[in-house]
């Protein structure tokens, strides 16, 4: 017994349709793996920048003592 040949185009069809999203599955994971990648690197320069951000302040805190400065104006205001 044989298969139409409407019925083997049907399930050729469905099989290229599953491989097609095997395919982009494998896609998607390729670019979550990057993602991760680039997230790890980001989180590493932020803590990096952060560290630098500490001891800017350190530095400044004891050149001057503590308060606050405005990025804008370049004013310092010592704590109370």
Same mark, same amino acid.
């Given at each position: 017994?044989?298969?139409?040949?409407?019925?083997?185009?049907?399930? #050729?069809?469905?099989?290229?349709?599953?491989?097609?999203?095997?395919?982009?599955? *494998?896609?998607?994971?390729?670019?979550?793996?990057?993602?991760?990648?680039?997230?790890?690197?980001?989180?590493?320069?932020?803590?990096?920048?952060?560290?630098?951000?500490?001891?800017?302040?350190? #530095?400044?805190?004891?050149?001057? *003592?503590? *308060?606050?400065?405005?990025?804008?104006? *370049?004013?310092?205001?010592?704590?109370?």
């Amino acid at each position: 017994q044989s298969f139409s040949e409407k019925e083997l185009n049907e399930l #050729k069809e469905l099989r290229i349709k599953i491989n097609n999203l095997t395919l982009q599955f *494998g896609q998607v994971s390729i670019s979550m793996i990057k993602l991760s990648k680039t997230k790890k690197e980001l989180e590493s320069k932020l803590l990096n920048l952060e560290k630098e951000e500490s001891d800017i302040a350190k #530095k400044l805190s004891n050149k001057y *003592g503590d *308060g606050s400065i405005n990025l804008e104006s *370049g004013t310092f205001t010592p704590s109370n």
